[in-house]
Nanobody, 120 residues
Framework: VQLQASGGGLVQTGGSLRLSCAASGRSSNSYAMGWFRQAPGKEREFVAGINWTGNSPRYADAVKGRFTISRDNFKNTVYLQMRSLTPEDTAVYYC??????????????WGQGTQVTVSS
């Protein structure tokens, strides 16, 4: 499975961005998908994940109520809609795919990162 993330950029505090992750490869639309992020000097952390049906999304506490994960299996794409962004959301965001798990331990496959920078 190959994953291609896009949509990062520079936004002001309170702004919004939508990240996309296009998956390709055999049965890629049957995988659980997720987003992680890594800020400078910090470990990579789970942000959000969703199973292959698009039900029961999971979120890190830090983004609950602000971020929404969704997927379009016809397009083999998962999205992360980010709202009310703060400088603490500044990080490189990575998408991940997993054959089974949705959550911090997921990650059979990884895409390249996309930089999100939130200015104060």
């Amino acid at each position: 499975v190959q994953l291609q993330a896009s949509g990062g950029g520079l936004v002001q505090t309170g702004g919004s961005l939508r990240l996309s992750c296009a998956a390709s490869g055999r049965s890629s639309n049957s995988y659980a998908m997720g987003w992680f992020r890594q800020a400078p000097g910090k470990e990579r952390e789970f942000v959000a994940g969703i199973n292959w049906t698009g039900n029961s999304p999971r979120y890190a506490d830090a983004v609950k109520g602000r971020f929404t994960i969704s997927r379009d299996n016809f397009k083999n794409t998962v999205y992360l809609q980010m709202r009310s962004l703060t400088p603490e959301d500044t990080a490189v965001y990575y998408c991940a795919a997993d054959t089974h798990w949705v959550g911090p331990t997921m990650g059979d496959y990884w895409g390249q990162g996309t930089q999100v920078t939130v200015s104060s």
